[in-house]
């Protein structure tokens, strides 16, 4: 008998919904297992991950294991983490520079279905706008540090952060609240978890 959740990942990983928007082409990337208890949901693969097929697997991925206190080897392991982007395929890049925005089919086509076979997720990190948009809607605040500095409202079930780009450095030296009081009870909910 085949297990529902690997048969939906398997499905997510053969999805070619946006195939003509994608330049580099389909690679959806995405980690679960049932038994995980903390879901990071972030925006969508950049080129380096697209490449290697590994989520996270590169600076930013560096700076949220940091703020997390988890090794990689604890980051990678699905059974206590799933990884779930709001697009699962790189996007492209703006005419301006940056990634464009996550492809808006692959959230409302999978997430749902997905977060049915998860039933053990106790927090899930929103991890930039997009995922704050899609999931917190009306309740979250008019900006995204708004947001995050209001973590506290969306407990236990969503907490919200910033993108832990090299982008986001400015915005800690801004707001140094995020990592005085924010990720010290982050830290300590992620050790509870896992």
């Known amino acids: 008998m085949s297990n529902p959740l690997t048969s939906l990942l398997d499905e997510i990983r053969a999805c070619e919904l946006c195939k003509a928007d994608l330049p580099l082409g389909p690679r959806p990337i995405v980690r679960a297992a049932k038994a995980a208890k903390l879901m990071i949901i972030g925006q969508a693969p950049g080129t380096k991950v697209h490449e290697s097929g590994v989520p ?20 990678y392991e699905e059974g206590r983490i799933a990884i779930v982007p709001m697009g699962f395929c790189y996007p492209g890049r703006e005419e301006r520079g940056g990634d464009k925005p996550p492809r808006p089919e692959c959230a409302p086509a999978w997430h749902e279905w997905l977060r049915k076979h998860l039933p053990n997720i106790e927090l899930t990190l929103l991890v930039g706008t997009y995922a704050q948009a899609y999931y917190l809607g009306k309740r979250r605040q008019k900006t995204m540090t708004e947001t995050v500095r209001r973590g506290a409202d969306y407990m236990p079930e969503f907490l919200p952060t910033p993108h832990p780009s090299w982008r986001t450095t400015f915005w800690l030296k801004k707001n140094p609240w995020f990592e005085d009081e924010i990720l010290p009870e982050l830290r300590r909910i992620v050790v509870r978890l896992l």
């Open 56 to 75: 996270w697997d590169d600076k930013s991925g560096d700076r949220l294991r940091e703020w997390l206190k988890v090794d990689k080897d604890t980051f």
